[in-house]
């Protein structure tokens, strides 16, 4: 990839300036690109013609027109995160966990840009390089790559159809007791929602599982083992489903708790907004980093979501969303089960932009996999799942299954491009 | 400061989350929200009467006007920036550098949350712990505490009325050669123009310097050395200032040319965009740490920033406020003369929002002071010099210095501020 003038620009770079890669992604995303008649249920994009424009004009327009309030905005706001914005996400987290209001404190919540800038804070506060993070196999790929930039080990754990496998857990935190790596251990990475790629939901007693077993581990290790509970997907949920309440909802462990979430998915990508609930000790560090990387996320974006949580747009919107993306997810399954060979199993999504396919280990899907190109020609891009596998020298990595998106795609490209991954896997059993 | 229960909580931390301290600067803005009747010559914002409030209107209502384009701002971005905005950003660069239309490439413009991002970025892709920076003395007291949370090590170059000290600059690269510690450099940061907190402008003619000597001790390096040009408040020029070149004119240097901007000050802090142009290796390097940290600025923000730029709504805010500022240093510079002791001396700003004020070495001006403690009972508050000042063994850190912001406060505050910090000095000259 590198170019010969470039090897003594080589020798410049920290350590994190070598292990950067460009994220996995990337790549798919420069194949779409080159591409653009591919029919791509790659990108975990949301649904362009979902985007909330009437609304955030409105939204703008209110802003804009008290003059003062206008001005304010335009100003830098407190590094932290507009106080009306955590206030809001303080008592919208309550009402979601069926807790009383006040059992939050907003002086918690940290704004970000994107929940994933709260990842990445929080790799820099916890962890060093060769340190370990417990994640769910498979788990979110951008995580992955943050940990690799940065140094930072996995350690996986399988998942269950209601959240991870807590047997395993316990035999993973077992096994790095006796190996001495506790100490190592900062922390086990969630993805509590809908979760990308699986779209597995863990169930509550499953938190409170994890948050036990992590506790049990913590004098061996020597310090706090922290639960991050990533809820990206959380306000993604088609009409039907029940979500479980939160970690959130168990303050014996807050101590214990990061949770981070996000306004821009179901709302607009375009204003990015994230943000996370810290124990108090850990919110002065993550804070003093967030100050450190950009003095606080940007005013303008921030009063949008006060406006559009306040007025209620945000609500009416999510709902509408919702039922657009279920109906999309419910084109996709009907879709699969048609034209897909039996031996495929799958997830039904309940909420989120895509689902899961495991296929038999005699088809490989990965990037160089003869599959892989094979739907390339027949112009269908999906993400090979083991995009999602961390390196863990416990197990191979699994080979065979692909995430496949329907947020950005029309229902009727989603019905051609699964028939044609269907024929092709048809071929292949 | 730490709780005691916290004791534990620490070992979690990783060393940088164990290095990073709240910022200076916070525990001087908690004493003007603690005393609002403070006349606060500290903070660096700008001024909330120059806001462009009906501008920002205006931009928002055309974006949102075309429903097409208001559907894409709502949308992720490009993650390195959008194109249009990266393409008036060189051509921009090319009018104020007096270069040729064509002489930048725009895919060299990285767009982030500020130019502050980039320049964390930077000290990611390029520094490890016990790496070294060469920087100003004095210089911006942000980046000197994110090299301080990323452990990275100062050597410091004393400062002329038109840049740095290339004499010095050679000794001390000399210096570094003889004791081997030349692998750990990796980059010269300076602010060139209206230096924060100095106010002074490097010349063409030194940067063309600086860049020579670099090169020169590149081999015994064994890599690349780097020019970090930060031109933060190149666009804060008052109307009478003829601000030199960038360094991007020259391009025999432009591989080791980093270049920082932002349009967030001279605009809107709540609205914020920064930019950088790199080689284009490094350029690589710093998209994906972007990449990890939030997979791209927001759309909306940078839209806001195309319609400003395109429209011409940009330029004339800014000669507006040049002029309004021009007037409030006027004011601090004519108070200053009249209620300073002769013995103060100072600059006489040309831009950006801040002077500088050196005072005989008998009285010392840190937060411990005697001195700060009677301003801050007069009701003043201002940025105690040594904040400016990186550590450094071959110096003692001067202590009797204080940066004078004008940028937010009205200029009848800026005179009472003035005679009363004037009055505390007089009494001890």
């Known amino acids: 990839m590198l170019r010969k003038r470039d090897r003594s620009e080589r020798l410049s770079l920290s350590r994190q300036g070598s292990n950067t890669a460009p994220p996995a992604i990337a790549w798919l995303m420069s194949q779409a690109l080159a591409h653009p008649d591919l029919i791509s249920l790659a990108a975990g994009f949301t649904d362009n013609d979902f985007l909330p424009v009437a609304e955030a004009r409105e939204l ?12 304010a905005t335009l100003q830098y706001g407190p590094g932290v995160g507009v106080t009306r914005l955590r206030e809001l996400t303080a008592g919208r987290l309550e009402r979601q966990d069926g807790q009383a209001p006040g059992s939050l404190d907003p002086a918690s919540v ?5 929940s994933q800038q709260l990842l990445y804070i929080l790799t820099e506060a916890l962890c060093d390089p060769g340190d370990l993070i417990l994640v769910e196999d498979p788990t979110y790929f951008v995580f992955l790559s943050i940990m690799q930039s940065r140094g930072i080990a996995a350690r996986t754990v399988p998942m269950c159809p209601d959240g991870l496998d807590l047997e395993s857990l316990d035999r993973v935190l077992d096994r790095l007791r006796r190996e001495g ?3 190592r251990l900062k922390m086990l990475y969630s993805v509590t929602y809908f979760q990308n790629p699986t779209g597995i939901s863990t169930s509550f007693e499953k938190k409170r599982g994890t948050l ?10 020597g310090h706090p083992l922290y639960y991050v509970e990533d809820a990206v997907y959380r306000e993604m949920s088609f009409p039907d489903s029940v979500p479980a309440a ?14 981070t979430g996000t306004y821009s998915k179901p709302f607009a990508t375009g204003v990015r907004v994230g943000f996370g609930l810290l124990p108090s000790f850990l919110h002065e560090v993550a804070f003093n980093i967030k100050s450190s990387h950009d003095f606080g996320t940007a005013h303008l974006l921030q009063e949008i979501l006060v406006e559009a949580l306040d007025t209620g747009i945000y609500d009416r919107h999510r709902e509408k969303i919702s039922r657009g993306y279920a109906l999309k997810a419910q084109a996709m399954v009907e879709a699969v089960t048609e034209w897909f060979p039996p031996e495929a199993r799958f997830t039904r999504p309940e909420g989120g932009l895509s689902m899961w396919v495991e296929l038999p280990q005699t088809i490989e899907t990965g990037p160089e996999s003869s599959f892989f190109g ?22 191979p990595c699994p080979r065979s299954s692909l995430r496949l998106a329907f947020g950005n795609t ?6 051609q491009g699964i028939e044609r991954l269907g024929a092709a896997l048809r071929a292949r059993c």
Do not use: C, H
């Not at 036990?212 to 290790?221: G, K, P, Q, V, W």
């Not at 993400?383 to 999602?388: L, T």
């Not at 029309?410 to 019905?415: A, L, M, N, S």
């Open 181 to 183: 790596e506790l100490p």
């Open 110 to 114: 940290l704004v970000t840009n994107g």
């Open 246 to 259: 939160s970690a959130l909802a168990l303050p014996e462990f807050r101590e214990r708790i990061i949770y």
């Open 374 to 395: 094979e739907t390339m020609r027949q112009g269908v891009l999906y993400v090979p799942g083991e995009y999602a596998f961390a390196d863990d020298p416990i197990r």
């Open 410 to 415: 029309k229902t009727e490209r989603i019905r």
């Open 212 to 221: 036990e077993l992590l506790r049990r581990y913590e004098a061996d290790a």
């Open 60 to 71: 703008v327009e209110r802003i804009f027109g008290e003059s003062e309030r206008a001005r």
